[in-house]
């Protein structure tokens, strides 16, 4: 069931709070891995995790060829890299219009 951005804040909050608790790398990527929905929350669902996947790979990683993005595009959630998972993390969570509402 698809949620409007404003019904869907209860998520959002809880999602903030749970990130809040996450001081460590090793926190943030159990963050990543545990939650995969709270990165596809904002209110156009997903566009920003796209953004962030773009922006990663613009500036963290070598150009890539048709078969590695083919393989990045269908790796399984948990699998990212953890350097991606921090990205994400920091984009998408801490800085992201999502959670804009609940940021200092």
Do not use: H
Request: glycine share 2%.
């Amino acid at each position: 069931m698809y949620l409007s951005f404003e019904d869907s804040k209860p998520k959002r909050e809880k999602y903030w709070e749970l990130a809040q608790e996450c001081k460590t790398d090793k926190q943030k990527i159990a963050f990543f891995d545990e939650y995969e929905e709270a990165f596809s929350l904002d209110p156009d669902p997903g566009e920003e995790l796209n953004n962030a996947d773009m922006y990663y790979r613009e500036e963290e990683c070598d150009p890539m060829n048709d078969e590695e993005f083919d393989q990045w595009q269908d790796m399984k959630w948990k699998d990212y890299p953890e350097k991606y998972k921090l990205y994400l993390f920091d984009y998408v969570i801490l800085k992201g219009m999502a959670y804009e509402d609940f940021q200092p």
